[in-house]
């Protein structure tokens, strides 16, 4: 990758000191990706690492991508544009824009150009036909899958994977399966590895993440919750969010209660139901989205 799409990452390791985890032997340590860059944080910049170092492959000089209005990629694609000075567009879900809202107020400050589309259009994102129909509307763009996964992704994170010292088990949040499918990839077989769902009705994601990593596909080592969603995708209970707030002020551990913050709260219950063996070293990655919390107030949700 060329120097100027490149950002310093800030790795840092933060390890949970509770009484819990004293009683049930058990270590805590997690991978504060919310810190890798002030702006483009967490599992988004993993997965735009090597997508960004493949569209500079591919001589293209425009980022196309597509989310919600309070989505996180948006935010992480509008942020890299203003980085490294592409341009960038998004097709966000409509069918009506409240440009007011804050991810989509910091997307157009970073320049990035908005695309509202109506729910129906909105459904084609991933069909070939309408891919290639914005394709040859933006002949110049690189166009990013929804939440950033693809086989590029994938790279960004099976090196974070690669670069974390040793440990029993991983957990990471799980949305669209790209973060958990990379960790599959880069982790030993003796590692077992966890993704919470943060989405109902998400054993979908099973085939999905099997798909993107032949590792997951053929090993066992691995799993996902589905039963911590919390209500659904960008729905949490109020004891999700004390606990959140709980983390915050007693370990110095921001969370938001959409992704990192429903992936501690599980792994919380799960060691106070002793779902670990005693001695275990657990290894859970924070992957940002910290800038939710301002859509989350925008709405009056906390």
């Given at each position: ?127 070939d ?15 990013l ?40 990839e ?18 979908y ?37 004390q ?20 992936m ?20 859970a ?18």
């Amino acid at each position: 990758m060329s120097k100027q799409l490149k950002i310093k990452e800030n790795n840092y390791i933060q390890k949970i000191d509770s009484q819990l985890l004293k009683n049930k032997n058990i270590s805590v340590s997690i991978q504060r990706d919310d810190l890798i860059h002030p702006l483009i944080s967490g599992n988004k910049w993993r997965k735009l690492k090597y997508n960004l170092a493949n569209m500079q492959k591919l001589g293209k000089t425009e980022l196309l991508t597509f989310g919600g209005a309070f989505s996180n990629h948006i935010h992480a694609c509008a942020a890299a544009g203003k980085e490294f000075g592409l341009t960038t567009h998004a097709i966000i879900r409509g069918p009506e824009l409240d440009s007011n809202n804050p991810t989509l107020e910091f997307a157009k400050q970073c320049g990035m150009k908005l695309h509202v589309v109506n729910r129906i259009e909105y459904r084609r994102r991933n069909d070939d036909d309408y891919l290639k129909s914005l394709q040859a509307r933006f002949p110049n763009a690189y166009i990013l899958p929804e939440g950033g996964t693809n086989s590029f992704a994938l790279l960004g994170c099976t090196e974070l994977a690669k670069s974390l010292p040793k440990h029993d088990y991983l957990i990471c949040p799980t949305g669209s399966g790209g973060t958990l499918a990379g960790l599959i990839e880069g982790s030993e077989e003796t590692t077992q590895i966890i993704g919470v769902a943060v989405l109902k009705q998400a054993d979908y994601l099973k085939k999905e993440v099997g798909k993107l990593s032949n590792k997951a596909d053929k090993q066992n080592n691995w799993q996902l919750l589905t039963d911590f969603h919390d209500g659904g995708y960008g729905k949490f209970t109020p004891e999700l969010w004390q606990f959140c707030q709980k983390m915050s002020d007693e370990h110095q551990l921001p969370l938001e209660p959409i992704y990192s913050g429903k992936m501690m709260y599980a792994l919380w219950q799960l060691i106070e139901k002793d779902f670990f063996p005693t001695g275990s070293k657990i290894m859970a990655i924070h992957t940002g989205g910290m800038q939710g919390l301002n859509g989350l107030r925008y709405r009056d949700l906390i």
